[in-house]
């Protein structure tokens, strides 16, 4: 019997935000739940840290640099199929509840609920009308004067409990994609999340200036610019933490009714069920909010838990290098599906049973990002009349734009081992960062020549891995 697939998506929670994987600072009772069912990709590594291309790359089973999606302004080749229409084709029957913002359309599912409302509920206005005040401020760093019964978020759970109740006894598998805003920006949440923590350890941040610590152009840049347009103070980076820890923990507790039902309704033993985020967040790391193009693995890592009852291991950890672009290729296979060709991941489930004894994923961690030219330096900003632009979000010009063009131009790749990362930056420079003796990534060895035979074998392996997926 085909089993239902359950992937639930957050966006932009960081890799380090479960307790049972060792934060000690947060609650996540029900996170821990699937940890202790299930098995948890310690080492997981997003293909791209920005949501359109990540989702490109998930629905696609593809890296970025095959399906040419390389930013949320450059969207990129759609592929000959992917998760929701192989699932269909096969029988499923195929839902959405959430956020999309990927090359999927209505279309493509056979329940679409891309923006959930719960407007039965006495309280919805009030929470449509707060947000579209808080829409008009930013630092928003707020809290919502709503109950948490109210939220976006409770309205995408409400959504996939009605698909799901809906689809059980209809004789056919489902796939449902339970796709959650946050803990993405803005950073507000109702109480009690708004003021559930305190005393948070402060980012991680280096000693010097970026430029001082040898780190790339475009990202002295992007702290640029973020500073002129959205100065955030220690007080602020501080609160914005605290309600960031607050937001993980609400969805937790989304997460709960959904495993609460699945228990209820007798689905969880034949549900493989996928929790991950789409990418991380800086949190004030390295000087910095939310995301920009990057490679730290406050972005570039995400949780990845995978629970299948009486199929896969339970409670095991796996420090292999798994990433979204291998869950195509493991819903075929859970499904009994060949392996559409196209995909360029790896079926997981046999690294999921009877200990995970398969071999390694791949060697390591992938992660690319820009889009292709040569990046911006100081005389390049100058002799294009740009010194001194600072760029708004062309949505809301009370925003920093983590796609200008400055930013995003060139493209980086990411090879990262257990022990080394290189960042490789189009046309030249880059970062190498050994994680062993620095793992927050704040002295930049990339231009130190006790380090260069182990750049340049990087440097190698990156090379002949970018010619195998191109």
Known sequence: MKPNILLIYTDQQRFDTIRALGNGHIL???LDRLVGKGVAFTQATTPSPVCLVNRWCLHSGQWSSKNRCYSNHHPGLRPPTDIPNML??????????GKNHSFLTA????????NPTLESHPE?????????????????????????????????????????????????????????????????????YFSLYDNLPPPAIESDTLAAAGKPFRQQFHQH?????????????????????GMVTLIDGEIGKILDFLDERGLANN???VFISDHGDYQGDHGLIAKSPALYDVLARVPF???????????????????????????????????????????????LRDGGDCGAIRPFAFSEYGVPGTPYDKERLTDEGLAGTVFTNPSNDR????????????????????????????????????????????????????????????????????????
């Open 28 to 30: 996540t009772p029900n």
């Open 88 to 97: 269909r084709d096969a029988g499923y029957v195929t839902g959405l509840s």
């Open 107 to 114: 279309a493509d599912f056979d329940y679409w609920d891309e």
């Open 305 to 351: 838990i995978l629970r299948w009852p009486g199929h896969i291991d339970a409670g095991r950890r796996d420090d292999r290098f798994a990433s979204h672009v291998d869950l195509l290729p493991t819903f075929a296979a859970a499904a009994g599906l060949p392996c559409p060709p196209q995909a360029q991941g790896v079926n997981l489930l046999p690294c």
């Open 271 to 273: 549900t493989l069920l």
């Open 399 to 470: 925003l920093s734009w983590e796609g200008n063009p400055v930013s995003l131009a060139g493209r980086i790749r990411m090879l990262r081992d257990l022990r080394w990362k290189l960042v490789d930056e189009e046309n030249g420079g880059g970062e190498l960062y050994d994680l062993q003796n620095d793992p927050h990534e704040l002295r930049n060895l990339w231009d130190n020549p006790q380090y260069s035979a182990i750049r340049g074998d990087m440097q190698s392996q990156l090379e002949n891995w970018q010619a195998s997926i191109a």
């Open 124 to 192: 919805w206005e009030e929470y449509l009308a707060w947000t579209r005040y808080r829409r008009r401020k930013y630092p928003r760093l707020a809290e919502e004067p709503v109950p948490t019964s109210v939220t976006a978020e409770r309205a995408k759970t409400e959504s996939a409990l009605r698909f799901m109740d809906r689809y059980r006894d209809s004789g056919q598998p489902f796939f449902l994609w339970l796709s959650y805003l946050y803990p993405h920006t803005p950073y507000e949440a109702p109480e009690p």
């Open 225 to 245: 610019n973020n500073d002129a347009v959205i100065p955030f103070s220690e007080e602020q980076i501080n609160l914005m933490r605290r309600v960031y820890y």
